[in-house]
């Protein structure tokens, strides 16, 4: 049966000791959806929001949340991240805006948290840059798609393939 890692023998919570873990090369992609007005949506697909490029700013947010994640969770390991990429699909037909985010690294320990928190951060500057048009759009969906590297192997979620994404999302980067 698994356990919960973050608990030691007394049930005290504590940073898990990561220290004899062997360093493997580890990628998680994570994904969700923002839904609003078609108004709004076709705000963000012109480019014409009136505080700018909100796909472009809400790409940055998603890259510094990943990078910030141990700022944030308190229980989560500092890590040296090889890379982040934040990607947008536009569908119409939903009005909505999905993101994808990979995040790589070569270390002792995984990533999900910071592709998770990737998403949602880029999620929430979508919502936060638009808000003054339309302040009921809702984020749904954060998801951990998948993961690899690791003791634990490979992880790919059973719904990954009925996202709806359009765009690779495992890319791993050149080596």
Request: aromatic share 4%; charged share 15%.
């Amino acid at each position: 049966m698994r356990t919960f890692t973050h608990f030691d023998a007394q049930g005290q919570a504590h940073m898990v000791d990561v220290a004899d873990k062997a360093h493997t090369h580890r990628v998680a992609v994570a994904t969700g959806t923002i839904h609003m007005q078609a108004a709004t949506w076709k705000l963000i697909e012109s480019g014409t929001a009136k505080k700018g490029d909100v796909l472009g700013i809400a790409r940055i947010a998603g890259i510094q949340a990943a990078k910030k994640a141990s700022d944030l969770i308190p229980l989560c390991h500092p890590l040296a991240l090889t890379r982040v990429a934040i990607a947008f699909d536009m569908h119409a037909a939903s009005n909505s805006v999905q993101c994808s985010a990979t995040v790589e690294t070569v270390g002792p320990t995984g990533v999900e948290i910071e592709a998770l928190a990737a998403v949602q951060m880029a999620l929430l500057t979508i919502y936060d840059m638009c808000k003054a048009v339309d302040r009921g759009m809702t984020m749904t969906d954060v998801k951990l798609l998948e993961k690899h590297g690791g003791k634990s192997g490979s992880f790919v979620a059973n719904s990954a393939a009925s996202t709806g994404a359009t765009n690779n999302i495992f890319q791993p980067s050149n080596k």
